[in-house]
């Protein structure tokens, strides 16, 4: 192999190292691999061989994220999810609120860089990268401010997967106070998913729909953004999966004819979960973490605690 032209030798090990992620990936698909073994498999795997794909990793975690989440919603009820919604609403719109304010303040007494703090702030006070994502543009940020914002996200993300079941079981939290709390607390719907998955079927569909409802805030916020930076951008991009999410819920609850049709696209949709997880722990490479850098870290530690803690304490204090 050392004899090969440096060109056909690169090919080479691209080749060896995409055909060791789809045979991890294929693992990752077995029952035993939970969604957080497989985030721990994508961080070790790009810890020891790399990942030549990593723009094309970001926009296929996107898409298959969104299918992943629509599909959810085949195993879900209307009333169930209104009653959801409703739950969630006041601590919705407080944890925003006191996420953003928080944000703030802990950026200047960290010296961060004004769009940075923000996007992490919007990022933790709505839905994680979707909200960076939407935001970006209409403070007209830069691409260094957006991926130290999204590396940040997806440090603390990858922890919350881990550490906030645990954390529910050491609290005898009940499927719908854990529900809640993942939504409110976890900052990116693929995290929050995963973690309800772990804890039960009811806490699933309150954190999904929880979270979904929560990622609508990003219009109001996106617009107070343009107010607040004076960019004059007004066109916002909401995910438009939160719609067809939606839809799967009405299609499960009013058409039961194709019921067995929707348990297996839920069961379809759980594998597609534990596989962005995979390609989101693929994506924290060594290059990725070096860029984040101290000061967006603490601030996104910061601001996760805050909105755990308070959290925690609304869900303990008003649910049963």
């Known amino acids: 192999m050392n004899g090969l032209p440096a060109g056909r030798k690169n090919i080479l090990d691209r080749k060896i190292t995409l055909r060791a992620l789809v045979f991890i990936l294929i693992i990752c698909l077995m029952p035993l691999v939970s969604p957080p073994v497989a985030l721990f498999l994508g961080i070790l795997t790009t810890s020891v061989i790399g990942h030549p794909f990593l723009q094309l990793n970001h926009k296929l975690t996107r898409i298959l994220l969104q299918f992943s989440v629509v599909g959810l919603g085949f195993g879900m009820n209307v009333n169930t999810a209104l009653q959801a919604g409703k739950s969630g609403l006041l601590f919705t719109v407080s944890s925003i609120v006191i996420t953003l304010l928080a944000g703030y303040l802990s950026g200047r007494l ?5 769009k940075t703090s923000y996007l992490i702030s919007a990022g933790t006070a709505i839905c994680g990268g979707s909200a960076i994502a939407a935001i970006s543009p209409v403070i007209r940020a830069e691409e260094k401010q957006i991926s130290i914002a999204l590396g940040t996200i997806f440090i603390l993300n990858s922890l919350a997967l881990f550490l906030f079941p ?3 079981h050491l609290l005898h939290l009940s499927q719908s106070q854990f529900g809640i709390w993942s939504a409110i607390a976890i900052q990116d719907t693929s995290s929050v998913v ?7 079927a009811e806490a699933l569909q309150i954190a999904t729909t929880v979270k979904l409802t929560r990622a609508l805030w990003i219009i109001p916020v996106a617009l107070i953004s343009s107010r607040i930076f004076r960019s004059g951008t007004t066109t916002i991009r909401l995910p438009y999966f939160i719609g067809l999410f939606i839809l799967a819920i009405l299609v499960n609850t009013y058409v039961p004819v194709i019921g067995k049709i929707n348990t297996q696209l839920v069961a379809v949709s759980k594998a597609g979960l534990t596989v962005t997880l995979f390609l989101i722990g693929s ?4 290059q990725v973490l070096a860029a984040v850098g101290l000061k967006p870290v603490l601030q996104g530690i910061l601001l996760w605690l805050i909105i755990s803690l308070a959290g ?3 869900v303990l204090t008003f649910t049963l």
């Open 110 to 114: 960290l010296k961060i860089d004004k």
């Open 166 to 168: 645990v954390a529910g």
């Open 194 to 200: 995963g973690a309800a998955t772990r804890y039960g």
């Open 283 to 286: 994506g924290l490479s060594k």
């Open 312 to 314: 925690l304490w609304a």
